[in-house]
RNA sequence: UGAGGUAUAGCUCAGUGGAAGAGCGUCACGCUUACAUCGUGAAAGUCAUAGGUUCGAAUCCUAUUACCUCAACCA
């Protein structure tokens, strides 16, 4: 007897703990076929948000579900050490303790960082546990151990070795607040209202002006030209004249180029090579000087004048007062333009020159392209709409800026032995560096000391993107067990938001380091977004405590929430309402359970009839339902798995089933039946686990009579059989006449306890092989065939006719009539429709045999229902 | 600006040419001896709009509108 309320926190740390202590999680390369993960490491710092719950759920589905197939499953966890984001968290925090990061040396630093990161590093892994990630454990890595790095700095030295790699004076994009360059992928663009200024600019030599439009007046310090297209006509007497930059009174040329458009402000552009990309390349074309205005914080240097020191956005609003006032300012119009912001720390980037690290793209990406075009697919996205997406980023790609100047990294291994800008070397050590600036500067007298590595770091994805292979050790091991066990991974889940930080970029280092994909299929999952359909996020305050969330529904129920809300290639409006649901799911598997325990088992009762023909039709129902959602599975559509599964336990398991071989009160069960219900509810279980881990594990450890496999988590998973449609489709129209009867029953107010005699017409030559299963759900103690209407209610499953016998007393004859004649009018409606179809020569003559034989059938159907119901109401 | 996506019940979504579906929610009735975290029943849709193709359109085509995503961007 169990009866006990299902406690889920304590459940659920047990059965982890179990699973823990008997390593079911643990993998190691054997004779089975692999199944690999790797986890996309989340911010070593970070706390577990949705995303994350949704990913790592979706995750641990397929893991649990492939362990069960018997694969051997192994699902690699870890973290990334996120450069700039930690970076800043970090310089945050020695700020608070009065400590600048300028003061300390980069190896200071650096125990800093590490300190904070050995604190609050692994929170989030710790948080993955409660959702019950079945992640091997000791395999979890950080993109900063020791091998990692190493591989990484493999990779880079390779990559120049092959020329891939070079140094360069380039326009970046700058983080000011970071004081770090960001590749173009971290830049968000974000829609500001603005002002566009029109200032006037004297002309050298002549007493009339030129108006120019900018939105960044204080960048005028830095102009160096004014370009106009030599197309418009309005300007042609400005060919070849100067004119003069206000305030610092720079005479600049005004230069020609049809870059310029002429519809936009006054057809009249001040060129500023220093700070933005286009007049960088307009200056180069027209070999213009470069003057840059700003600090690596964005305060203005000395071409600032008397605004030196001040920040871009004071100076903005204070020069065009001092424009206005000295008369150079002609008007300010409102304008809405799209304004580049940091991804980590919002700041607005400003573009700047600077030298930089970068990859070229070009030739790495081929084999990335054709991975996911070619014919093979051997990297399939889910859902495909991506691959526009992908095709777009991956053709118009640009060399890959992947130096950060960041100390929270690994640093870029250049070293410096002179004070030109080429006077470097690229090696894994500092020794064979030596070895090669020797060899260079033919100076064998170079000593160690001498050299000074690069103090940039490199970007975080330049170490992500490693990832699947250095895992496994196989960027500096490539012939190890491991990797060839068990690379290329299977499948990737993540969000579409890191498609080309990370996921593209794995493709084209797996292509280029293994000459393989990393994984077969990527499962992009949708953004969580809260009921609003906003995105949830730390600012907003709308992102629920994912803790609290598995405290209120249990992980199980917060699992199936998360999931029922998931479908395939959508955003995810999270409502909390689903997680109940999913609690629910629980509960009612539970109260299942507690039924079967309460059960007496007699072995010397016969199996009833009732009983052998549910199970049998229930055995056809799973398989079919279980094909169903191999499908499901099979195009990641998750949330109509688990759909699918709900209605089968809810529905046919606990619905029907239980209710059909549920004996008398307090009768003992008949020890077949319980055996076969066992058996069945622990296929349930099976195909449950994946979804719903805990309760699954605590249901099937205590059943009574089940198989004596070791644990649910290992078990195997059910196979598929062939299934009866004939019985499920019998049992279909059983349900309907079970669902008539009750009807009747509620309008008539007739109690369940007293029991009716039904009797049927049966035009339809209906099996009787459920009328036992009848007989017990609607409590008949007869079903009588007969030929003739009987006095009572009635209703209709297609054409066959149900006779309730009820003293006439309890029936409303009009509000009969008026029922069967609005059942007649819409099959009459129907019939018209098909009977025109049928007797329009071009359908008949154009549509397929089977579909007019279709028609047919529906025809002869109506009829026959119609002339019942016609019968019926003659009668009234 | 370009590319892609979406529009079906109150909500979230299935449904790719042949009788409009599910879950949740709502309403009504029921504590029937696993579960009231439940059961039974019911109501609820001009399939965004306008055209077109077809014997037949939620489904294919065209245009329009609205929203979403990505990419680019003009000072």
């Known amino acids: 007897m169990s009866n006990s309320q299902y406690d889920a926190s304590k459940v659920e740390s047990k059965w982890y ?99 904070w990161k050995d604190q609050y590093g692994g929170i989030i892994l710790e948080q993955l546990k409660k959702l019950g990630a079945s992640c091997d454990w000791a395999r979890t890595k950080f993109t900063m151990d020791d091998d990692m790095s190493a591989s990484v700095i493999k990779v880079f030295v390779d990559l120049y070795n092959k020329g891939l790699i070079y140094r360069g004076y380039r326009m970046v994009n700058w983080d000011p607040e970071a004081k770090t360059t960001l590749s173009d992928e971290e830049v968000i663009y974000e829609e500001r209202q603005g002002s566009l200024y029109y200032l006037q600019y004297d002309i050298v030599g002549a007493t009339e002006k030129v108006t120019i439009a900018t939105t960044r007046p204080e960048t005028i310090l830095g102009d160096t030209a004014v370009c106009i297209n030599p197309n418009d006509d309005r300007y042609t007497h400005l060919k070849g004249k100067q004119v003069i930059v206000p305030l610092c009174n720079r005479k600049i040329p005004i230069i020609e180029d049809e870059y310029v458009d002429v519809e936009f402000g006054t057809g009249c552009l001040k060129v500023t090579p220093a700070h933005d990309e286009n007049d960088k390349v307009l ?278 929430g998360l999931l029922l809300s998931s479908a395939a290639g959508n955003d995810l409006l999270f409502d909390e309402a689903l997680c109940q649901q999913g609690k629910g799911l629980g509960n009612k598997i539970w109260s299942a359970y507690n039924l079967t325990q309460l059960w007496t088992v007699s072995k010397d009762i016969e199996q009833p009839i009732a009983s052998t023909i549910a199970i049998d039709w229930y055995r ?42 549920k004996p008398a009160y307090q009768q003992p069960i008949d020890a077949k039946t319980f055996n076969d219900v066992i058996g069945i509810f622990e296929d349930n279980l099976k195909i449950l686990h994946p979804f719903m881990p805990f309760i699954t594990e605590e249901i099937w450890q205590s059943l009574k009579e089940r198989t004596t496999e070791e644990a649910l988590i290992i078990s195997k998973y059910p196979v598929i059989d062939t299934c009866d449609e004939d019985l499920i489709n019998d049992f279909e129209f059983a349900t309907k006449i079970v669902s008539g009867v009750r009807t009747i029953r509620k309008e008539k107010n007739i109690a369940f306890k007293e029991a009716i005699a039904l009797f049927v017409m049966n035009n339809e030559s209906y099996t009787k092989r459920f009328d036992v299963v009848i007989k017990k759900l609607v409590n008949a103690n007869e079903i009588n065939y007969v030929n003739e209407k009987v006095d009572g209610a009635s209703f209709r499953v297609k054409s066959n006719e149900y006779f309730v016998p009820i003293s006439l007393d309890n029936i409303n004859v009009e509000e009969e009539i008026e029922k069967l004649t609005k059942e007649l009018k819409r099959a009459e409606g129907f019939l018209v429709g098909i009977q025109k179809k049928l007797s329009n020569e071009r359908f008949v003559s154009n549509a397929p045999e089977t579909v007019i034989a279709l028609e047919r059938k529906k025809e002869s159907d109506t009829v026959a229902k119609i002339e019942t119901l016609k019968a019926s109401l003659a009668t009234l």
């Open 17 to 115: 703990n179990y699973w823990m202590k008997n390593n079911y999680f643990h993998s190691s390369p054997d004779e089975r076929e692999p199944y690999t993960i790797v986890i996309p490491p989340p911010n070593v710092t970070g706390v577990l948000h949705m995303g994350h719950m949704l990913n790592n759920t979706i995750q641990d589905v397929l893991i649990r579900r492939a362990r069960l197939q018997g694969k051997n499953a192994c699902w690699v966890p870890g973290t990334d050490h996120a450069s700039i984001a930690t970076e800043a968290k970090v310089v945050a925090r020695l700020k608070e303790q009065g400590i600048n990061k300028s003061d300390l040396t980069r190896e200071a630093f650096l125990k800093h960082a590490f300190e």
């Open 283 to 560: 200056g180069d074309k027209h070999k213009l000087e470069v003057i840059d205005i700003f600090n690596e914080d964005a305060t203005l240097n000395s071409f600032g004048l008397h605004y030196e020191g001040k920040d871009r956005f004071v100076v903005r609003k204070e020069i065009s007062k001092e424009l206005e006032e000295k008369g150079f300012l002609l008007k300010v119009e409102q304008h809405t333009n799209k304004v580049g912001t940091s991804e980590r720390t919002k700041a607005v980037i400003e573009p700047r020159l600077s030298d930089q690290w970068f990859l070229k793209m070009e030739e790495l990406v081929k084999p990335a392209l054709e991975a996911v075009f070619g014919e093979d697919r051997a990297v399939k996205l889910f859902p495909r709409k991506f691959e526009n997406t992908y095709r777009h980023w991956m053709t118009n790609i640009r060399d890959w800026n992947i130096s950060r100047q960041l100390w929270w990294g690994q640093q870029i291994p250049a070293y410096y032995y002179g004070d030109g800008k080429e006077d470097f070397v690229v090696a894994e050590t500092k020794e064979a560096a030596l070895k090669l600036a020797q060899e260079q500067t033919k100076n064998s007298e170079l000593l160690l000391e001498e050299l000074h590595q690069d103090p940039d770091a490199l970007d975080t994805w330049f170490s992500s993107w490693l990832w699947p292979m250095s895992v496994f050790d196989g960027i500096r091991n490539p012939e190890n067990e491991e990797i060839q066990y068990y690379y290329p991974t299977n499948d990737l889940v993540t969000g579409p938001d890191i498609l080309f930080f990370w996921v593209a970029r794995m493709i084209i280092a797996g292509y280029e380091y293994k000459d393989q994909r990393p994984f077969e299929n990527v499962y992009l999952t949708g953004l969580v977004r809260d009921k609003q359909r906003r995105k949830m996020s730390k600012s907003l305050g709308n992102s629920p405590d994912a803790l609290k969330l598995i405290e209120d529904y249990s992980a199980d129920g917060v699992r199936v």
């Open 620 to 661: 056809s129902k799973f398989n079919a339902v279980v094909t169903e959602i191999e499908d499901h599975y099979s195009k990641y559509r998750l949330s109509d798995a688990i759909m699918a599964m709900y209605k089968l336990i809810y529905d046919d398991f606990c619905g029907w089933l239980l209710e059909i071989v």
